[in-house]
């Protein structure tokens, strides 16, 4: 088990920044490829953004491109994700998501072994 836990959502304004962490358990945790999704309501969960296991390589969805930047602390066993410029279409469940023992960076949700239980980030208008 890798017990991941998210924190860092809440109420904002459009315009406005938050900074989501997702810390981990486990020792090995620089091993593992880490992602984060987002599920809105009556909408299909989706990636966010991916960084592989030595955080060279990173993924965004064009609909935050240039506005969330993920990261990863290792020596923390934590990977953050920091959303600036934010707006209500932001707003949704997100989650990390890890998986252990892969190089690259991981695209597709099935891929994930272990999940967070979410925080909720809400962008008003």
């Known amino acids: 088990q890798v017990p991941l836990v998210e924190s860092g959502g809440g109420l904002v304004q459009a315009g406005d920044s938050l900074r989501l962490s997702c810390a981990a358990s486990?020792?090995?945790?620089?091993?593992?490829?880490m992602g984060w999704f987002r599920q809105a309501p009556g909408k299909e969960r989706q990636l966010v953004a991916a960084?592989?296991?030595?955080?060279?390589?990173?993924y965004y969805a064009d609909s935050v491109k240039g506005r969330f930047t993920i990261s990863r602390d290792s020596a923390k066993n934590t990977v953050y994700l920091q959303l600036n410029s934010l707006k209500p279409e932001d707003t949704a469940v997100y989650y990390c998501a890890a998986k252990q023992g892969t190089i690259g960076l991981l695209l597709h949700q099935n891929a994930y072994d272990y999940w967070g239980q979410g925080t909720q980030v809400t962008v008003s208008s």
């Open positions: 486990k020792r090995t945790f620089s091993r593992y490829a």
């Open positions: 960084i592989n296991w030595s955080g060279g390589s990173t």
